[in-house]
Nanobody, 120 residues
Framework: QVQLVESGGGLVQAGESLRLSCAASGSIFSISSMAWYRQAPGKQRELVAVITNGGDTNYADSVKGRFTISRDNAKNTMYLQMNSPKPEDTAVYYC??????????????WGQGTQVTVSS
């Protein structure tokens, strides 16, 4: 069983930086790609940023230049540094990981989500 737990969400003003964390725990053998998704009210869940276990990254156009995804493989933890957030970044942010469990099977894991609200 693999668990992903997000933290760091909250209410911030536009332009005030925020950092999200996602810690993976449980029967983990290895983690391949990790990603942040978000879902705003009334909208579909969308990919925000993705990072491979080698550190290659990719971002949604809407956050390029403002958000930075990173990970600490030794700690099985991923981060999202949110600089210059805008009100349109308000959403529930979800952590995603593609994990190989100790038993050898690969599978997708999701966190429970953390609310980020950016006020104008």
């Amino acid at each position: 069983q693999v668990q992903l737990v997000e933290s760091g969400g909250g209410l911030v003003q536009a332009g005030e930086s925020l950092r999200l964390s996602c810690a993976a725990s449980g029967s983990i053998f290895s983690i391949s790609s990790m990603a942040w998704y978000r879902q705003a009210p009334g909208k579909q869940r969308e990919l925000v940023a993705v990072i491979t276990n080698g550190g290659d990254t990719n971002y949604a156009d809407s956050v390029k230049g403002r958000f930075t995804i990173s990970r600490d493989n030794a700690k099985n933890t991923m981060y999202l540094q949110m600089n210059s957030p805008k009100p349109e970044d308000t959403a529930v942010y979800y952590c995603y990981a593609y994990v190989r469990a100790s038993g050898g099977l690969w599978g997708q894991s999701w966190g429970q989500g953390t609310q980020v609200t950016v006020s104008s």
